[in-house]
């Protein structure tokens, strides 16, 4: 007992001694709970424990927190007056330092009190811990507000009811909700949490949400039951898509009855239709059974247990543990920095000033928002102050069997809480459900969309996306080709009428392909048939009447338009069309005809400007150089120090070497010796050689037949606008009632109508018109027509000219039926995604035709920037050529005098001759004499004295010879100096074998015996001491003559003497030599 009174002496020291000295700083939380006795008596005791347990008794163990003293006060909302709201804040709250307000609101409330308290208290920065099911600002982001919202909210709802839809795969559904119950919130939470789904999904259009419809039914607070009804017929009735099997339903309990009871009557709660109930149509669940309006297998979501007693007292005992902690782990964190901002506020209404907000509140509340709690609830805030860490449970009607008696109960089926993910280490929100009942008591959940529809689909022949097959021998189809019916004229026997009836075929093409994509994912089944007018439909001038496909679609005869249809302005006014899932335009095609080959084909692998480059320029400026380059160089014409008799090049030989060169001809020619002007030559060579491999590659691909066609250039080009400027005039023609035809009638009226006389009704028909010549020209969609030109038989059409009006193919639908074109787009998409449509285009308009041409493909005219490499090569080879002249000229002048120093063995003679001659003093002594020998005679009739004397040298040393010989006939011998002889013969034994004079002064003396011989010559020739003029020639030179035996002469043999050598069998007329 004594232990005890020390106990509590000390207990009353430690409290009292802080509170003596001023040290103490006291903070407090203030309970705001509903008006509801039995509740608030579990809120109380359960707020008075959590604080000294989780607070009190923790901070009094602590030396840190000792200083810190902590109260709770509690009200109950029962003022509606705001006086007396006000004098509460100034009463209590003020007075008590209070620094979090914690209002608890377990059900559902229409008061606006609380409201009011909230408000106020985040005017003046003040936290609050809020427990509201109702709260709004899940979607609020409002930078000012300091309320955490730890209970589940209706976007909490919402985010599970997504979740159960993910689950099941109902991907299309409706809302429902009542203007008098949070429609808005929950409205907008599901449009939000819609677009963040199909923004991660946007790539699997499969597990994209679908919001088919909205509906609000408009209720005032005072209506009654029979309103209700009433207001909800209209509204299912008005705005319920026929599609919707899934509904979410967000209204009050009362409302709940009465709308389920209207959806019952109206067929919406069978078995292939489910409904999903947010906590609010499920009420406060006093008792386990649901209303009899709610359909069997129906799903509600709640955060309360079917056992409400148990439940309540559990749920008040987490949420204020859960506060309360929150509370004191935010004081903990901010009390060690109380001396930087205030943990308590320090209001007061007795102050003539008007309050002023707490900033420090802000921080704490901050601070509070970051807080992380794992026990006894989890709770992790979002930054807007919303508990993103709730638990949710899902209840389901059941049918519960009891003493033979069939009853339905709430039964909890499943869980929605947080789970940490083992990727992400972050706790996820999971749906865990078992044991459900579905509606209709069925074994499998309903499907979410309807079973396959049925739709009428019309269709007219295009190759390639529709044309029609025969059935094989079991009268069935093919695959790919669907069945389908046509329309076939007859002609009865007794009646002039065409009838129209049908005929079972098969159908295939690109758009049936289409059609099997869309069947199996729409999922419905189909009648496919031909258009009974086969046209495509264009408006009446007169009546404004459609025909064709599209008043198929306005008559409600046909649920879908399926072929080659072409996207107008004008159809889209009574039709809607799906997006593209082809591009087209407007194109013409023409026949080919085949031609002869061009006689300038061998000019045309290159351009004109080309050839005169190459033949006239390049060839002139080439020969021009290297003329030039020799008439410079020193071994060659040397400036005209070197003879012409000596080196015979001029201008014209050149360009005869240039064009003998550059065609590769066998041919004589005279070859420079300088060595740029060789260089030069070398160049050209490699000029040529790369002008005659392109020249002769290219020249095979222009000698063929050409195919001849009308080049149009577009809708535009002049034979079309104008077609009497041809003679005969020029022909072409369309398909009439069609698109194309609409859009020359509305753009080129003139055209249209010159061609209304050479339409043509079908495509084919026009294909073999242009065959046969009857027309020129055809004017039709794009694609149908690049399908004709890659698949004729023989290739022999093309399309010309760009394409005009550019648009797409679509699929048309009703405009009432905007859910299905909603369908078929995602299927279009679907297919660009992932390559089919691709696929499919290239596998139905590719054709052997585009291949053939594809691969044979002639070569194009080269022009003048295709050969502007070897151009360059030859412009470099002329530079580069009066380089070489340049260094010849410096070597003559110095290089030479230097080299001959240090060659003393004649080695540059083993790496050139030229250089070698060069540097020895034969050849400069030649060098000068033949320069002494130039400056003898600097005019034409110094040169002809000159010959005339030389040439009677020679005559007479041939007759001397001639009388030597006569002499010895008669066996007299001439006595001659014997090294005169040798001198002579040594001289003439320089001339290479060939016969000279020398033969006669070495034959033997004749003798008596050789008189005979003698009388022989003597008769051949009867005058020895002449002979005839003609056994004599003059040599080209004009300075040696010699005899020739006149049998030896003949007209293509002939002797010739050059500067002291014989010349035999050599043609001479090319020079001016003369017979003598």
Known sequence: MCFILIHWLVFLIMELLPILNGQTTQVSIFLIMPDRAKLNGNLKTTFSEAVYTLGTRVFRKSPIYSNLRLKQYSTIIDKENPREILDMFCETIFKSHVNTILY????????????????????????????????????????????????????????????????????????????????????????????????????DRKRRFNLLSSIVVNLRPLDNDTVIKTKSREALLKHNNQENRVFLIHVSSREAKDILEVADELGLTGKEYIWIMSSFCLGNMDYSRPPRAYPLGSLGVTY??????????????????????????????????????????????????????????????????????????????????????????????????????????????????????????????????????????????????PEKRFMRIVTLKEKPYVFYLDKDANGKCPPPAVPCRLMKKINPAYDNSLQNRTVSRCCAGLCIDILRVLSSRMQFDYELYEVPDQTWGLPDQQTGEWNGLIKQIQDGLADMVLTSLKITPKRSEVVDFSIPFLETGITIMVSIRKGNISPTAFLEPYDYPSWCVILVFSVHVTGAAIFIYEWLSPRGLNRGATPLREHRFSLFRSFWLIWAMLFGASVSTDNPRGVSSRFLSNVWALFALVFLASYTANLAAFMITKDEYYNLSGIKDWRLTNPYFMNPPFKFATIPNGSTEENLRKNHYNMYKYMQRYNRPTVDDAVKALKQGKIQAFIYDATPLEYHTGNDDNCELKTVGEKYAMTGYGIAVPQKKAKHLEE??????????????????????????????????????????????????????????????????????????????????????????????????????????????????????????????????????????????????????????????LEICDTFDKHNGYPTTCQFLRSPFKSIENRHECHQLDSYDSTPVRWKRRSLKRSPSYTNAVEVPVPEISEKQKVRFNEGKFYYEVDNEGSDQETL
């Open 824 to 981: 078929i787009n995602e299927v279009i998409l679907e297919l660009q995604e992932n390559g089919e449509l691709e696929r499919l285009r290239r596998f139905w308009l590719a054709g052997a035709c585009h291949v053939k041409r594809k691969r044979g493909q002639s070569s194009h005219t080269i022009g003048i920037p295709n050969f502007t490499s070897a151009f360059i090569l030859l412009a470099s080879g002329v530079l580069l050529g009066g380089l070489v002249l340049l260094m010849e000229h410096l070597y003559f002048k110095f290089g030479r005098r230097c080299l001959r120093k240090y060659d003393k063995n004649m080695c540059c003679s083993l790496v050139s001759l030229s250089m070698g001659r060069s540097l020895t003093f034969e050849q400069s002594v030649m060098k000068a004499l033949a320069r002494q020998k130039h400056n003898e005679c600097k005019n034409p009739r110094c040169e002809v004295l000159l010959w005339k004397e030389r040439h009677n040298h020679d005559l007479s040393l041939l007759y001397i010879n001639k009388l030597k010989e006569q002499l010895q006939s008669y066996g007299i011998t001439p006595e001659e100096d014997p090294m005169k002889q």
């Open 304 to 449: 309360s247990s079917i056992s409400k007693d148990g439940f309540e007292d559990q749920l008040i005992d987490d949420a204020m543990k859960t506060s309360v902690r929150l509370w004191v782990e935010t004081l903990k964190k901010t009390y060690t920095n109380k001396d930087q901002y205030k943990i308590s506020p320090n209001f007061s209404c007795l102050s003539q000033q008007p309050l002023q907000q707490w900033m420090d509140g802000e921080k704490f509340y901050r601070v509070m928002r970051n807080v992380r709690l794992d026990r006894p609830t989890p709770v992790q805030f979002s930054n807007n102050g919303v508990n993103q860490l709730v638990k949710l449970r899902i209840v389901n009607i059941q049918q519960l069997t009891e003493n033979h008696k069939i009853s339905r109960v709430w039964k909890e089926v499943g869980r929605w809480v947080p789970i940490e993910s083992n990727v992400t280490h972050k706790a996820e929100m999971i749906v865990e459900m078992s044991g459900i009942t579905w509606p209709g008591n069925a074994v499998l959940p309903p499907l979410g969309k």
């Open 104 to 203: 608890f609101q377990l059900h559902p409330t229409k008061d606006p009190t609380p409201k009011f308290i909230i408000n106020m208290a985040e005017y003046l920065r003040i936290p609050v811990i809020s427990w509201d099911p109702q709260y709004p600002g899940a979607l609020q982001h409002k930078q000012e507000s300091t309320v955490l919202q730890m209970a589940p909210t209706i976007y909490h709802q919402c985010a599970m009811m997504l979740d159960i839809l993910k689950r099941f795969n109902w991907t299309n559904f409706a809302i429902v909700s009542t203007t008098t119950f949070n429609n808005l919130e929950f409205t907008g939470s599901i449009d939000i949490l819609i677009k963040e789904h199909n923004t991660k999904v946007k790539y």
